[in-house]
Structures are given as C-alpha cells and as structure tokens.
C-alpha cells in the first residue's frame, strides 16, 4: 500500500470550488461520515504509512495510540469510531469493506486483528486516549496517531475530520485538479454561469466535473447511476427490515410500518407525504444500525436526498436522466454549504446536516420540475433557512434520536420549500442562498460546543434527565 494522498479530501477554504461529485456523494457504512468514514480513512492512511516505513523502522517493540479529540472523543463509541479506525487499521475503505465488518470488527479472529508488525498484538479499544473536547486544533474533529518504539516517535500524523467523510490532514495540499470551465465559490457566481452560458445548474457541475477529474461524460453518469442505486438499496433495505436499532436506547425501527401504512392510505396528499416520510426514515435506520448509505452529505442527514428521490421517481415517474440531474444539482448545494459554511454538525450543529441535506433535496426537487435556476437557488434558501440554528445533540452519542425523525422532517421541508419558491413572487424573493450560508457559518462559530455533536447539551441531556 503506498501513502494516502488521494484519499478523499477537502477543497480549501477559499479561491474556487474544487470538490468533486464523488467525494460529496460517497457509499461508506453509517452511523456518521464524521465518526466514521473520515475516521476509517484516517485508520486506512496511517496503515500505509506504516507499510511504506523502511523495514529497519519496522520494529518489533512498535506500539501504537490514537488520540481523539472534539465530538471524536466525546461521542466515540455510540458513533462507532472506534470500529471505524480499527477496519481503516487492517486495510478496509468504506467503498470495500464488508457491510457488516465495522461492527464486528472486535469479534474477528485475533490473527486477523494484528498490524503487520510492533508489539500489541491484536487491535483493540485500548489503543484509544481520549483527548478534551475543546482544544487548540483547527477542526473539532481531530485524531493523532502515534507509532512508539524505543527510539521514540517512529510515525506520527495529525488528521482532521472536516465532515460529510471529508479527511485531512496537518500539511494536507489539495489535490491537483483540471481546470473548469465555470468555476464558483457562491451561489452568485453560479447563476452568472447560468446567465452567461445559458446552460442549466446540472450542465454546469457535469461539465466542471470532467475538466476537474477528467472523466468522460459516460463514465460520470455511471458512477452517478451506482450512487442512485446505492440510495435506492438503503430505501429498499430500510423498508423491508424492523426490530432494535444498536444500542442502549431502545429504539426501535418504524420506516417499515409507515411505509406500510402509508401505501394503505387513499388520501393522495398523506400517502405522498407518509412515504417521503417512511423513505427518510428507511435510510436512517439503516444508517444507524451501521448499514451501507450515501453521504449526502453527511451519513447523519443520509435519509433526506434518497427520499426525495424515490420519490421523483415512483411517484412523479421521473427517469434515470432527470434523477442524474436532480444529483448534480444537489451537489451544487452541498458544494457551496461545504465551502462557504461547513456540513459538519461538530463545526456548525445539524443545520450543517439536516438542514444542508433539506436544500439539496428542495433544489433537486425544483430542478427536476423544471423550474430555472433562480427557482432552485430559492428553493434551497428557503429549506436551508428554516434549519438555521438547529442544533446537534445526538442522545447517547447514537445517531437515533433525533438524527432519524430529523431526517423526515428535513425531507417534507424540502418539498415545501420548493411549493413555496414555485409558487412565490419570484423578484420578491429576499434572501438568497449564499446570505443564509452566511447566517449559518455565523451561527455555528457562535455554537457552544455542547450543540455541536458532542452530546453533553440539548435533547441529548434532558432526555436522561427527565
Ligand atoms: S443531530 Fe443532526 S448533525 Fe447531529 S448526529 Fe444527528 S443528524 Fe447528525
């Protein structure tokens, strides 16, 4: 294995937006991309730093500590971090591992448990520190790994998780990409594109995405169609499983008996609305119980876009090609909260999540209805609007409650933030996108980090205490 640059990263804090598709979109197992995918990744890279050591380095006293810091430390196990690091540690991405391997890491054989070389012998927990939740590094989410020998330090990297699965690390670059033909950094520059090239929002970021990674057309539309698959699998997993939910809370899955209940109902409006609601609710679970999902764009807001999609396509009948663009056009939303705000809850709470996930879901919506671009830019503000200062307090640390109702709530504002954009005044329409971007990014730096993921505030405190 050679060392991990390439792996997916974040586009830096100003200049364009360089994010690819595939690295928003990204199929990985739940219950969080912050706590589990980019934590995995990090696992992943430092095993290949290991493996790249020169033999002499690779010594037989080696030891090694990871240290976890921010909401990583405070909502470790209940997110599933520690099995996370554990499978990045022998070798898994969250592409390639089995479905059920993170969470049955521990129960593997201990033969299979060991690093190449150093002196722990099988992998286990107790490589784990616990670091504070508030401290001097720049992401909340961070991790040290550290490789100890006699001689002191053989190998040490700091990464940071940036949300939505998104890794770096101390010295990270970001990685060489092709020139676009219609770069952006705001929602603004953007509809100057549109403006200026007459071509729609999805045009845009399909052609920025092949100049970005060089991709043909054919090729981005197949990894597009995986993805779509991938969500429609989660939906369909989701609807079709019941029981407990992983565990200390009790909690037990419903999508399938909503689904149910919603298929049964004759009123047209509350049999739409109860599957959308059923569908967000599929993914969820399945997110929760450590299940294969997309990020989109986190794992915690994982149940919004799929909804929205099958909806699009069992309800208004809409085909692949139109479901390609309601993706790129998501993907334009979550690309400008990622930049300009964040879509991590640890940095900005779930209006990060959730509420990111509401307006991709309302854009596409908009989008594949055929409204301009004006209308799906409106549709996004508006259910990113309503999610301002929405806070992250996961109960337990579990991405349960109120992460799964959360994510149908995100779903049935997003459609109703597209009725309300189709249906208003265009021109008086007076806040955009990028204002509540703006609001949103302030809004989390004001959070007190108890609303950001670390489960010590909010509903995650009164619901023990009550
Ligand atoms: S409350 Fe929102 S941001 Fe926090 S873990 Fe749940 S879904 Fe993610």
């Not at 301009?372 to 307090?393: K, R, Y």
């Amino acid at each position: 294995m050679s060392a991990g640059k390439g792996l997916y990263s974040m586009v830096a804090d100003h200049g364009f937006i360089t994010t690819s598709v595939f690295e928003l979109f990204k199929v990985g197992p739940g219950p969080s991309s912050s706590h589990t995918i980019a934590p995995m990744l990090a696992g992943l890279d430092f095993r290949r730093l290991m493996d790249a050591l020169p033999e002499e380095k690779k010594r037989a006293d080696a030891c090694l500590e990871v240290q976890l810091y921010g909401s990583l430390s405070a909502a470790f196990t209940g997110h599933g971090t520690d099995k996370a690091i554990l499978t990045g540690l022998l070798g898994y991405t969250p592409e390639n591992c089995p479905p059920n391997l993170p969470s049955g890491v521990l129960g593997l054989p201990e033969q299979d448990l060991r690093l190449p070389f150093g002196s722990q012998g099988p992998l286990s927990p107790k490589i784990f520190v616990h670091g504070p939740v508030e401290h001097q590094y720049p992401y909340s989410n961070t991790l040290i790994f550290v490789l100890r020998d006699a001689g002191g330090q053989a190998l040490r990297r700091v990464y940071y998780s940036v949300g939505g699965g998104f890794l770096q690390w101390e010295g990270w670059t970001p990685p060489e990409r092709g020139k676009q033909p219609h770069p952006f950094s705001t929602a603004r520059e953007l509809q100057a594109h549109v403006i200026k090239s007459g071509l729609s929002i999805p045009q845009i970021i399909l052609q920025n995405e092949k100049a970005l990674t060089g991709q043909n057309t054919a090729a981005i539309h197949e990894k597009l169609d995986s993805i779509i698959e991938a969500m429609r699998r989660s939906v369909a997993r989701g609807v079709s499983t019941e029981g407990a939910l992983p565990g200390t809370l009790n909690v037990y899955r419903k999508a399938a008996r909503l689904a149910r209940k919603a298929d049964a109902l004759d009123d047209p409006i509350n049999r739409f609305l109860g599957l959308l609601n059923a569908y967000a609710f599929a993914v969820s679970e399945e997110n929760a119980a450590g299940g294969v999902i997309v990020t989109a764009p986190t794992c915690g807001a994982a149940g919004v876009l799929p909804s929205m999609c099958t909806m699009l396509e069992g309800y208004f009948g809409m085909g692949q090609e139109a479901l390609r663009a309601g993706m790129l056009t998501a993907a334009a939303i979550g690309f400008l909260a990622k930049h300009n705000a964040s879509i991590a809850g640890a940095e900005v709470g779930c209006q990060g999540e959730v509420g990111v996930a509401s307006a991709m879901a309302a854009a596409m919506l908009a989008q594949v209805r055929g409204y301009d671009s004006v209308i799906v830019e409106n549709a996004a503000e508006i259910a990113l609007e309503h999610h301002l200062g929405l806070t992250c307090d996961p109960v337990g640390g579990y991405v349960q409650i109120p992460c799964i109702e959360r994510n149908a709530m995100g779903a049935l504002k997003a459609y109703n933030a597209c009725l309300v954009a189709m249906m208003e005044d265009v021109p008086r329409h007076r806040v955009n996108l990028d204002m509540a971007l703006k609001a949103m990014a302030e809004t989390g730096r004001d959070m007190l980090s108890k609303y950001r993921e670390t489960s010590r505030g909010g509903l995650a405190v009164c619901m023990a205490e009550c």
